[in-house]
């Protein structure tokens, strides 16, 4: 099997450093999504997680295969910080933020921790159905979550990873193991 991963087109959050809420993505980028779509070919599976930003994203790659909500695709849960910009966040809570950051095991107020994010990337690479080409379009946690997951790397690794919007990265898979193509 081979798998993509794509990150969901920019939104304005993205481009401002804020934590999202559920922004759509910017119009513009949407003919970019679709250039990348042709680079990919036809897949017979397409998962996106909830989000609209992956919903229309997912939709714009044009990659012929039915779109498929998938929950455990959703976006790392960064609970009160919500709306709010990276630098609003650092002057109101400077130490949960820099806890955040640092500490895979800790999470924003009523959030998910990055080690949560990593696991639940990791259990749904371990269940995905077969299928010989398939599309995730993802947010950028999962995205890191994915890499994290697929090298064994530690969850404190997860920042390193960049990935901005459009980004992609190939996986293959081979009897039950995963294998990142670049």
Do not use: N
């Not at 897949?43 to 929950?71: C, I």
């Amino acid at each position: 099997m081979r798998l993509f991963l794509v990150c969901h087109c920019p939104t304005s959050a993205t481009r401002v450093a804020a934590f999202p809420e559920d922004e759509p993505p910017e119009a513009d980028s949407l003919a970019r999504a679709a250039k990348l779509g042709a680079g990919l070919g036809r897949v017979e599976r397409l998962w996106h997680g909830p989000e609209r930003r992956a919903v229309e994203t997912a939709s714009a790659l044009g990659l012929g295969a039915a779109p498929e909500a998938e929950p455990a695709l959703r976006d790392i849960a960064v609970g009160a910080w919500a709306g709010r910009s990276l630098g609003q966040v650092q002057r109101d809570a400077p130490e949960a933020l820099l806890a955040w950051l640092s500490d895979p095991e800790a999470a924003a107020p009523g959030g998910e921790s990055v080690a949560m994010v990593v696991a639940r990337t990791a259990a749904w690479l371990a269940a995905v159905p077969e299928a010989r080409r398939g599309v995730a379009v993802v947010p950028q946690a999962i995205f890191r979550a994915a890499v994290v997951s697929l090298l064994g790397a530690p969850p404190a690794s997860f920042w390193r990873i960049d990935a901005p919007p459009l980004a992609r990265v190939a996986l293959s898979r081979r009897d039950g193991r995963w294998s990142v193509r670049f």
